[in-house]
């Protein structure tokens, strides 16, 4: 059973080495009466959450892996073996697995599929939910509860959205075309803004890497400020948007993936322009809105299977491919969600 590490707590930004292949055998059986289930993991996702859980960090949102044990996280898989009643050979789930070929899980955490119409690695994001009990997160939800519920959107607003290409932003996007807003997004390579307008239907889109000025690019695309600012990177990006929000604005805070190496978050120095432009800022974690995943889904299947809703994954083969993969998510290596197959279905 090949099985990707964690080799130590990380600080910094995170490498390959952080992380081994090391294989083990495996009992593919459970045992007896264990209430366990054997699953052979098909696909993993690759989110960004799982830096700060790299971290040896008290207080945190998320539980810590343990060093020299498999990284884990959200997968999809199918059932090998079982001693639960609720689960049995042949099934196909999602939930939380193991970064290994197969994994034993005595306590699951698993959901058997329900739609099987759709590419079963949606179960790694856009459709996914969470645990009520756990804290993870996954982007189809996310972006739902954040731009519907946080932002409180009107057909017509302008609308702002970072890391846009991403699992999140995608469809943040999207959803907010839906409705009849204007939209921009920011992504960090030509490709993604070739995405974002041809594909996702931004209005436009630009590459903050290639801008000398921030401030300057966003005054460009909204000459009267921005209603919404769906907030995924922090830092520089926030400040520039600070000075670029319309009164009474709304800036819905999903995530800051800028700042997650960093030993020291940067600064924000434009924050007073909360106070004199009446800008309610908020930060959200989709485990808030878990009571709303039956109504996303009544939204979201039918929009996929009508192709209103595209979803663009970024898949790379193999558990081999995992580490490399992972921490390319905080260099924007990913055009749209990062997955990874391990096995085929
Ligand atoms: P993405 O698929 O968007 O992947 C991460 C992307 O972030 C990269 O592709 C890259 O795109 C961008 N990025 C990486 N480093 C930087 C940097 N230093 N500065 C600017 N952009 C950077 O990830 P997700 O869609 O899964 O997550 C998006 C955000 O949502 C994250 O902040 C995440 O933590 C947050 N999140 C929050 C949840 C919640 O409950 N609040 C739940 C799920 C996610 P680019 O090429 O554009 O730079």
Request: hydrophobic letters at 40%; a neutral charge; charged letters at 20%.
């Amino acid at each position: 059973n090949k099985q990707v590490i964690l080799k130590d707590y990380v600080s910094g930004f995170p490498k390959e080495t952080d992380m081994y292949m090391t294989k083990s055998s495996i009992e593919l059986q459970v045992p007896k009466g264990s209430n366990g289930v054997l699953l052979k993991n098909l696909y993993l996702s690759c989110d960004p959450y799982m830096r700060p859980r790299m971290t040896n960090i008290k207080g945190s949102y998320v539980e810590s892996f343990k060093p020299g044990m498999p990284i884990s996280g959200y997968g999809v898989a199918k059932v090998l073996d079982s001693e639960n009643p609720e689960f049995k050979k042949g099934d196909l789930v999602w939930g939380m697995t193991g970064w290994e070929e197969y994994s034993l899980v005595t306590a699951p955490q698993l959901f058997k599929i329900q739609h099987t119409d759709v590419p079963l690695s949606y179960y790694t994001g856009i459709l996914g939910k969470l645990f009520v009990c756990s804290n993870l997160c996954m982007p189809g939800m996310t972006a739902y509860a954040g731009f519907y519920e946080v932002c409180s959107p009107k057909q017509g607003e302008c609308v702002f959205i970072s890391a846009a290409s991403g699992a999140v932003g995608q469809l943040v996007g999207q959803f907010a075309k839906l409705l009849g807003c204007y939209v921009v997004g920011s992504a960090g390579s030509k490709d993604k803004i070739d995405l974002l307008k041809n594909k996702f239907g931004f209005d436009e889109a630009f590459n903050y890497k290639e801008e000398p000025d921030l401030n300057e690019a966003l005054k460009r695309y909204f000459p009267e400020g921005i209603d919404i600012y769906f907030e995924n990177v922090g830092g520089k990006m926030l400040d520039a948007v600070l000075l670029n929000m319309k009164i009474h604005g709304r800036i819905a805070v999903c995530g800051m993936i800028s700042q997650y190496n960093l030993d020291r978050p940067e600064g924000v120095h434009n924050l007073m322009y909360l106070v004199t432009k009446r800008v309610r800022m908020e930060g959200f974690l989709v485990r808030d809105y878990y009571h709303l995943y039956p109504k996303f889904l009544e939204m979201i299947i039918p929009h996929i299977k009508e192709g209103k809703i595209v979803y663009v994954e970024d898949m790379a083969e193999g558990l081999e491919s995992a580490p490399a993969t992972l921490i390319g998510l905080f260099s924007g290596r990913n055009v749209g969600k990062q997955v990874v197959a391990v096995a085929p279905e």
